[in-house]
């Protein structure tokens, strides 16, 4: 027996046991007379003591040879703590020991295995299994953990049964690369890790398991932003004979049995919006609702504003910003800085205050006099003391770049608090959005999302208006789910495939096995994926994923501990049928 208790576990009520411990050396201290030992586990700190009066020389010297993280077992005495440490729960004791075996001895840490590490990211990525030591890391992994948990139990008690699907796949088009994986067995042939299992679950509907669910890998070959993984990992659902309404309830079910479960927190009903709704309030498919500055758009008064970057813009749009009119002018010019950095890309912004007095002054006092700025006061709805900003130009840039500066301000007033869960349903997304570089429409969700009942027609006239059974679980202004009703006839499918450009071989090449699958009695279906990392970490209060991944890649999709992705040899190669052009190395 390795251990009779762990490191966290011994009370005062164990004063006088005979104990077996085992760990890793976190830190000693040694007083001459007396050598403490702080011994650490997954479960806590105990202290272990030796002393010139009742240990062993020989002992007490091996005591002060231990290194920081060796990893040895201890046998010896509970005792109580002369001086008591009210900060661990096993403060009230500590351990005196009869022996010591030395089961590893460690090199010195890179960094310092303490909550607050001296270790820069690099150096803890390099070293994660020792970061994972560390307790903000293990407890995020424990916390990740219970949510898995937690998202299983509900969704079996719901009748869901948990099935894998395949990573050897072909290519399932969600809107990013594949990562592609040769074939040494099929010559010249790739496998496609799959960016979700979205054709193999509604291939399960058509098996009729009628409700599927998958904690899954998913992997798509994106240009990395920050903080996301080239793999990440999905609650993946689907279920057959549902209706929009029907996913919206399940799902809601879960994420507020999650928030009980996992924050002790009961919300009621969660509101919903439609995407164009969520566009012209917030500028954004995502908002965060936890704070107000809803967009107001502008209109002239009287014909034109006569204030020409106004009177040309497709729009003119602000929010108040509340309890800021006191700003300085030199805190206003680095908003306006803010704003015309190429990452927002505003070419400039109109301020306006309603001073505590009532009074109003502006940026724009030539071309607005006290009535002109009263009316636009009006128009927003603003308040004393508000600082009003405005945006002007093309529709969705501006809505885009004032959705920016919102949050911007949200953050900066502190009104982005963790601890507030504001969850929200976007409904009834566009079917297709039109790429401005190519000039084609591709499907916003993915090609096997239906359009609205009656709306297929309009796809031949007026295909950016078509809207979907497409839905997205909101909360805190991230998306942390996204689904929807899906074809499952193979004419919709066609027609669908045909407005993506796909000629009829190329979506046979593709996704034959789909349309063949639609033509044997293939059930009405819809499904919904979570991101679990993200889910994981907004429950956790924080903003990285990175931190509630046990191994996770670098912003340049690099493991550092590992060192991959990496070269492989030249028989490898031959092996799988590919020729590598060292000149462009
Ligand atoms: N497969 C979709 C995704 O990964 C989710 C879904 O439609 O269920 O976003």
Same mark, same amino acid.
């Given at each position: 027996?390795?251990?009779?208790?762990?490191?966290?576990?011994?009370?005062?009520?164990?004063?006088?046991?005979?104990?077996?411990?085992?760990?890793?050396?976190?830190?000693?201290?040694?007083?001459?007379?007396?050598?403490?030992?702080?011994?650490?586990?997954?479960?806590?700190?105990?202290?272990?003591?030796?002393?010139?009066?009742?240990?062993?020389?020989?002992?007490?010297?091996?005591?002060?040879?231990?290194?920081?993280?060796?990893?040895?077992?201890?046998?010896?005495?509970?005792?109580?703590?002369?001086?008591?440490?009210?900060?661990?729960?096993?403060?009230?004791?500590?351990?005196?020991?009869?022996?010591?075996?030395?089961?590893?001895?460690?090199?010195?840490?890179?960094?310092?295995?303490?909550?607050?590490?001296?270790?820069?990211?690099?150096?803890?990525?390099?070293?994660?299994?020792?970061?994972?030591?560390?307790?903000?890391?293990?407890?995020?992994?424990?916390?990740?953990?219970?949510?898995?948990?937690?998202?299983?139990?509900?969704?079996?008690?719901?009748?869901?049964?948990?099935?894998?699907?395949?990573?050897?796949?072909?290519?399932?088009?969600?809107?990013?690369?594949?990562?592609?994986?040769?074939?040494?067995?099929?010559?010249?042939?790739?496998?496609?890790?799959?960016?979700?299992?979205?054709?193999?679950?509604?291939?399960?509907?058509?098996?009729?398991?009628?409700?599927?669910?998958?904690?899954?890998?998913?992997?798509?070959?994106?240009?990395?932003?920050?903080?996301?993984?080239?793999?990440?990992?999905?609650?993946?659902?689907?279920?057959?004979?549902?209706?929009?309404?029907?996913?919206?309830?399940?799902?809601?079910?879960?994420?507020?049995?999650?928030?009980?479960?996992?924050?002790?927190?009961?919300?009621?009903?969660?509101?919903?919006?439609?995407?164009?709704?969520?566009?012209?309030?917030?500028?954004?498919d995502k908002p965060d609702i936890r704070f107000g500055m809803e967009f107001c758009p502008l209109t002239p008064t009287g014909g034109t504003f006569g204030f020409n970057i106004f009177d040309s813009a497709e729009l003119v749009v602000g929010i108040s910003v509340p309890g800021c009119a006191h700003y300085t002018r030199k805190k206003i010019d680095a908003l306006?800085d803010w704003v015309r950095r190429p990452q927002i890309g505003a070419k400039g912004m109109v301020w306006v205050k309603y001073n505590e007095d009532g009074s109003l002054s502006s940026s724009v006092n030539k071309f607005f006099d006290e009535a002109g700025l009263k009316a636009i006061a009006k128009q927003m709805e603003a308040n004393p003391g508000d600082l009003?900003?405005?945006?002007?130009?093309?529709?969705?840039?501006?809505?885009?770049?004032?959705?920016?500066?919102?949050?911007?301000?949200?953050?900066?007033?502190?009104? #982005? =608090?963790?601890?507030?869960? $504001? @969850?929200?349903?976007?409904? *009834?997304?566009? +079917?297709? &959005? %039109?790429?401005?570089?190519?000039?084609?429409?591709?499907?916003?969700?993915?090609?096997?999302?239906?359009?609205?009942p009656g709306q297929l027609a309009l796809l031949d006239t007026d295909p950016g208006a078509v809207r979907a059974n497409a839905y997205d679980l909101v909360l805190n202004g991230n998306e942390i789910g996204g689904g929807s009703i899906r074809i499952h006839d193979k004419q919709t499918q066609s027609v669908m495939f045909k407005h993506l450009g796909f000629t009829?071989?190329?979506?046979?090449?593709?996704?034959?096995?789909?349309?063949?699958?639609?033509?044997?009695?293939?059930?009405?279906?819809?499904?919904?994926?979570?991101?679990?990392?993200?889910?994981?970490?907004?429950?956790?209060?924080?903003?990285?994923?990175?931190?509630?991944?046990?191994?996770?890649?670098?912003?340049?999709? #690099? =493991?550092?501990?590992?060192? $991959? @992705?990496?070269?492989?040899? *030249?028989?490898? +190669?031959? &092996? %799988?049928?590919?020729?590598?052009?060292?000149?462009?190395?």
């Open positions: 027996m390795y251990r009779s208790h762990s490191c966290g576990e011994l009370r005062e009520e164990h004063v006088g046991k005979a104990v077996t411990l085992a760990g890793w050396v976190q830190k000693s201290r040694d007083k001459g007379f007396v050598v403490w030992i702080d011994l650490r586990d997954r479960y806590g700190i105990t202290q272990l003591v030796f002393d010139a009066e009742r240990t062993a020389p020989e002992l007490l010297e091996k005591a002060r040879n231990l290194g920081r993280e060796f990893v040895i077992q201890v046998k010896g005495q509970v005792i109580e703590r002369a001086s008591k440490n009210p900060n661990i729960p096993t403060g009230n004791i500590e351990v005196l020991v009869e022996s010591i075996q030395l089961l590893n001895p460690s090199l010195t840490p890179p960094f310092t295995i303490e909550n607050d590490t001296d270790g820069g990211e690099d150096l803890r990525m390099k070293f994660r299994y020792l970061d994972i030591r560390r307790n903000p890391v293990k407890e995020n992994l424990i916390f990740r953990s219970k949510v898995a948990m937690a998202v299983r139990t509900y969704l079996s008690a719901a009748g869901f049964i948990e099935v894998e699907t395949p990573y050897l796949i072909k290519s399932t088009p969600e809107g990013a690369r594949d990562f592609v994986v040769p074939s040494r067995m099929n010559k010249g042939q790739f496998y496609a890790l799959p960016q979700s299992p979205q054709t193999f679950k509604q291939l399960l509907m058509v098996g009729g398991l009628d409700k599927y669910f998958q904690i899954v890998k998913c992997f798509r070959d994106e240009d990395l932003r920050a903080d996301r993984q080239p793999e990440f990992t999905q609650i993946d659902c689907e279920m057959a004979f549902v209706e929009q309404e029907d996913i919206l309830n399940v799902f809601e079910g879960l994420t507020k049995h999650l928030l009980q479960e996992i924050k002790g927190i009961s919300i009621g009903d969660f509101p919903r919006m439609t995407y164009d709704e969520a566009m012209q309030r917030y500028g954004n306006i009003m900003l405005i945006l002007a130009g093309e529709t969705h840039k501006t809505r885009t770049q004032l959705s920016a500066l919102r949050m911007e301000m949200a953050q900066q007033l502190g009104l #982005r =608090d963790p601890k507030v869960f $504001a @969850p929200l349903w976007v409904v *009834d997304f566009p +079917l297709l &959005e %039109l790429d401005e570089e190519t000039g084609h429409y591709h499907a916003m969700h993915h090609p096997f999302t239906s359009p609205k009829p071989e190329e979506a046979k090449a593709q996704f034959g096995f789909l349309m063949e699958a639609f033509q044997y009695g293939a059930p009405p279906h819809g499904g919904i994926a979570f991101g679990l990392d993200r889910l994981v970490a907004i429950l956790g209060g924080q903003e990285t994923i990175r931190d509630f991944i046990a191994f996770p890649k670098n912003n340049s999709g #690099r =493991d550092v501990m590992i060192d $991959a @992705p990496a070269p492989i040899d *030249d028989e490898q +190669l031959k &092996e %799988l049928h590919l020729k590598w052009d060292r000149s462009t190395e």
